[in-house]
């Protein structure tokens, strides 16, 4: 007897946020989503990987760096596909993912036992974040052995070109040196770190909306229109904190201000074109940058909880 | 109702936040800025031009993308030798990646070379409007080599890049505005090692085009030739041959001929051939003279 009250007392003190429940709920949600198929995407990856590798700059015109270009325009396609999958996925997936909870008659199923609702959504997040997650470090991996391989053929080439042309060994290592950095290197990777930053965004924010709208498509659209506001932000930011009471209007003034407190600023993340561009990326902007979106996000879950904590089905 | 009142809570918790953020997220997009991590504001007028599509895609933070469809464009327009499409589009690339060398570098290169050229060999236009078409895309390439150069400063192979178009010999060599464009890749601190006497050499062969500042050229090509015998080409070494001539240098300061050239053979074939390549300005003082000298001695 004394054994069932305490099993039920521990039931009532069910707390707010528990891993274990929520990786349940986040592991569902990834094989729910990977049944809708979405790794067929790797296929269409994979494919413009190999036309992208054996793509050769098409003037006749030999520069000192063109090996290092085709190596840049290999990695601005793959990090381009990669930048638009995410930040597409994770809205649209974010956005279907209570409807479709709903339509099956799941979310009732879930809410109906002592399932903390902040714990349901955080779940649901994590979930679409493992799979956009995921899928980033496959194409990462197909992107990193295939710009290796590239890029082992191009320094060979340009080395077999300075013997040819008589080079001196101090030309030849910086040659090597300037291919590798298009190369695989870390600066890449925190590249790839700040798409998925980006993602994870867009994926909080696609909650937050879905949790008040009534339509998926209202919850995407929305949300797309912020990713493209998110772009401006910095310049709203600039014209707010650079211009103050130069000549500006005060509607103006207003606007840039709500812009730039609102809406996340995602010219931050534009590292990713550094990254392409082989630029070196310091660890402490990285860290910066991880903070900066752990901060976002966890601003926009628990304002999505807020919205959601007393929603009627 | 509630909706509502829910959005404005959200509103003022966000309001609240970008508070909080709004410093921390300035310091690092200026630090982004000052490493040259992220891009400058596209320039006005560039979302326009790039149409509803691309632009919405460049605003969508993957400019380096628009920039590699853009550029297969331009190869495009060059195919049908469209230029004035062509020099749209390197704007619109070149906006879009200022930082990016090769777009600068390729998209003068198809003004000043391509362009040029296609109008210079144009059967149907008369020799006057020949030549003032190659005038114009030989001056649009080294203004877009020049709007490379003010955003980006310290690249020094975008300075290398036009001084090498204004020494060219083929197209409109302008020998004082390319020493200029030498020193000024001299002068850039990205500038690598192993290029600087390189470049202090096409400094040289520069200046030594010039007839007033030959004086100038006989000092630093001797000071090249004492630095290192990587120097020892036989250009510098003729043209060095030529300037001490010219200014009868006298013997105690002098480079002797056995230690200018390896042996007579050689002195011989290398100052022929200087002489058959030389230019209007090239200083060739002696040098006919030496080579007949080398002929008729016994000892050749």
């Known amino acids: 007897m004394q054994q069932e009250i305490r099993k039920e007392t521990k039931m009532r003190k069910n707390g707010i946020f528990s891993p274990s429940r929520i990786l349940v709920i986040a592991s569902h949600t990834f094989t729910q989503l990977v049944r809708m198929k979405v790794f067929y995407f790797l296929a269409v990856f994979a494919m413009l990987m190999l036309v992208a590798s054996y793509f050769e700059m098409p003037w006749s015109r030999t520069t000192e760096d063109s090996a290092e270009q085709e190596l840049i325009i290999l990695k601005s396609t793959a990090m381009g596909a990669m930048a638009m999958f995410s930040v597409l996925f994770a809205i649209a997936a974010t956005a279907l993912l209570i409807p479709k909870d709903l339509e099956d008659r799941t979310l009732y199923t879930i809410l109906s036992k002592p399932v903390p609702r902040f714990d349901y959504l955080l779940g649901k997040l994590i979930g679409v974040l493992l799979l956009v997650g995921s899928s980033l470090l496959l194409m990462d991996i197909l992107l990193s052995f295939i710009l290796h391989s590239r890029t082992d053929a191009l320094i060979t080439a340009e080395m077999e070109r300075g013997a040819a042309r008589g080079w001196q060994q101090e030309y030849l290592d910086l040659r090597k040196e300037e291919i590798s950095q298009q190369g695989l290197t870390w600066d890449l990777q925190a590249g790839i770190g700040a798409i998925f930053f980006k993602a994870m965004i867009m994926a909080s924010i696609a909650l937050l909306i879905s949790t008040f709208s009534s339509s998926t498509l209202f919850t995407i659209v929305i949300a797309v229109v912020i990713y493209f506001i998110g772009h401006f932000t910095a310049d709203a930011r600039n014209y707010w904190l650079q211009n103050q009471g130069a000549g500006v209007s005060t509607q103006v003034k207003l606007l840039s201000q709500g812009a730039s407190l609102i809406f996340p600023d995602f010219q931050l993340y534009n590292i990713i074109d550094a990254a392409i561009e082989g630029k070196k990326i310091a660890a402490n902007i990285f860290q910066r940058l991880a903070l900066l979106t752990f901060f976002y996000t966890g601003i926009y879950s628990v304002l999505a909880w807020f919205t959601f904590r007393k929603k009627e089905f | ?300």
């Open chain 2, 1 to 300: 109702m509630r909706i509502f009142s829910q959005i404005i809570v959200i509103l003022v918790v966000l309001l609240a936040f970008g508070a909080a953020k709004l410093r921390f997220e300035d310091q690092l997009g200026r630090d982004m800025v000052e490493q040259k991590l992220i891009q400058p504001p596209m320039k006005e007028g560039t979302s326009l031009k790039l149409g509803q599509t691309s632009a919405a895609v460049a605003l969508g933070g993957l400019r380096s993308l628009v920039a590699a469809v853009w550029n297969f464009r331009a190869f495009l327009h060059f195919d049908e030798l469209d230029w004035i499409k062509l020099e749209e589009s390197y704007e619109i690339i070149t906006s879009l990646q200022p930082q990016t060398t090769h777009y600068w570098d390729t998209g003068a290169w198809h003004l000043h070379t391509n362009a040029a050229v296609y109008y210079n060999e144009h059967q149907d236009l008369p020799p006057f409007r020949k030549k003032s078409m190659r005038q114009l895309y030989h001056k649009k390439g080294s203004e877009f080599l020049e709007e490379g150069v003010r955003q980006n400063p310290d690249n020094w192979r975008l300075h290398i890049a036009l001084a090498r178009l204004w020494s060219d010999r083929h197209k409109m060599p302008d020998y004082p505005r390319a020493v200029k464009h030498y020193q000024n890749t001299l002068a850039c601190e990205s500038l690598p090692k192993y290029k600087r006497s390189q470049l202090r050499r096409f400094t040289f062969y520069n200046i030594s085009h010039i007839p007033e500042r030959r004086e100038e050229a006989l000092a630093l090509g001797t000071a090249l030739f004492y630095e290192s015998a990587d120097n020892h080409l036989p250009n510098l070494l003729c043209s060095l041959f030529a300037l001490q001539n010219e200014f009868n240098t006298p013997m105690l300061t002098r480079i002797p001929d056995n230690k200018l050239f390896p042996d007579k053979t050689r002195q011989h074939s290398w100052l022929k051939n200087y002489w058959e390549r030389r230019l209007d300005n090239t200083p060739t003082a002696g040098v006919e003279a030496k080579i007949k000298t080398l002929e008729y001695s016994p000892a050749f």
